[in-house]
């Protein structure tokens, strides 16, 4: 099915619903919830997936699970989804947060293939045995590291989706401080209570995940200046030690240069 409401065949007796949709750049699913648990896969652009809990970035041929219930908010930039709506009941082991992975080739192409079923498709045939595969597939992925906490008082996570919507490498424990009218030392021992992080830390991964997005259109020296990095050496060493590659991975190309041409 592509570019099909949920709402219209959530009704349906499969434990596996694949749909996959089509969104302008830039577009944002404000905050809503499915009775399905979610997979949710970007065959291209990125993704980033907000709730009350924290903020995922979801880099291009990833995918992002998602709790059956859970109040989420995403930003498409210019992304193609590939989702699998699932029953609660068909994965008790699917995390209770929100949770990155990677897509091999496999599972990539099983979503492929599944989103061209029929709401109703078989269950004793081949439909049947690649939504079951699927399943299989899916648990036996990796977490990746593409995540922030947000504090669960609203203050702090006022500063913190601010922090993210516009990174700046100005920014001190001083001036967070300050905003919440608490002293450095008190302010940062309440942000490590909420987060596990100290405010340095946090605002450190959170200028790493927000140079994914920028990575879509920019290169990787233009992006290390923009989010306040010395060099973009300095810039490619944090980006791989925080999430075990390199931000070439995910830099612009120009297809020309690519092509030789």
Known sequence: MKNVPLDTVDHIHRAVLPIGTDYPPGHVLDWHEHRRAQFLYGATGV???????????????????????????????????????????????????????????????????????????????????????????IAARTPLPFHVGIPASPDLAALCRAYLAAPDAGVTNATWAARTAMSERAFTRRFRAETGDS?????????????????????????????????????????TRAFGTPPSRFATRDPLRASGV
Not at 201 to 221: F, K, N
Request: glycine share 4%; hydrophobic share 50%; charged share 20%.
């Open 199 to 239: 405010p340095a830390v946090w605002r450190a991964r959170a200028r790493l995940l927000a140079a994914v997005p920028l990575l879509r259109t920019a290169p990787v020296t233009e992006v290390a200046g923009r989010l306040g990095y010395a060099s973009p050496a300095a810039f490619t060493a944090a980006f």
């Open 47 to 137: 993704m980033v997936v907000d709730t009350d809990e924290g903020s995922w970035t979801v880099p291009p041929e990833r995918a992002v699970l998602i709790p059956a219930a859970t109040q989420h908010r995403v930003r498409m930039l210019g992304v193609s989804t590939r989702s699998l709506y699932i029953e609660p009941d068909a994965v008790p082991w699917w995390p209770a947060t929100c949770t990155v992975v990677d897509v091999p080739p496999l599972l990539r192409e099983l979503l492929l293939a599944a989103v061209e079923f029929e709401a109703d498709y078989s269950l004793s045939g081949r439909e049947g045995h690649i939504a079951a595969l699927l399943l299989h597939e």
